[in-house]
């Protein structure tokens, strides 16, 4: 069995109202419970805005602190799901009924090493 990350990303802005978030959100969880009730789910998670991130990064003796993305775009990294499934196809599945329930925002998936 393999763990696969699926990556959600969504653009830079606002999240939606609660009119069009509290439904996606309704089904976020039931389709968590049916990963759980596979056996598949190991962990999902969303995360806070991008300005709330801080980057730490070695530079010879020094570690330099910085405020915000490491990267700057006009999509980031707002959740994910890790899964253990058999292989590719399996966890391909679970990604398209992900991507189902959050409508136009891309799913990367990526196995673990």
Do not use: C
């Not at 049916?34 to 991008?50: C, I, K, R």
């Not at 020094?62 to 990294?77: A, I, N, Q, S, Y």
């Amino acid at each position: 069995m393999t763990q696969y990350l699926l990556s959600i990303y969504q653009p830079d802005g606002p999240p939606p109202g609660a009119e069009v978030l509290g439904p996606i959100l309704g089904e976020l969880e039931v389709l968590n419970g049916e990963m759980q009730a596979a056996g598949v789910w190991v962990f999902a998670a969303g995360l806070h805005p991008p300005e709330s991130a801080t980057v730490v990064q070695a530079r010879g003796d020094e570690v330099l602190v910085t405020d915000g993305t490491f990267t700057e775009g006009k999509e980031h990294l707002g959740g994910f799901t890790v899964i253990e499934v058999e292989d590719l196809d399996a966890a391909l599945y679970w990604a398209r009924r992900l991507a189902k329930v959050l409508r136009s925002l891309a799913v990367e998936v990526r196995p673990f090493q």
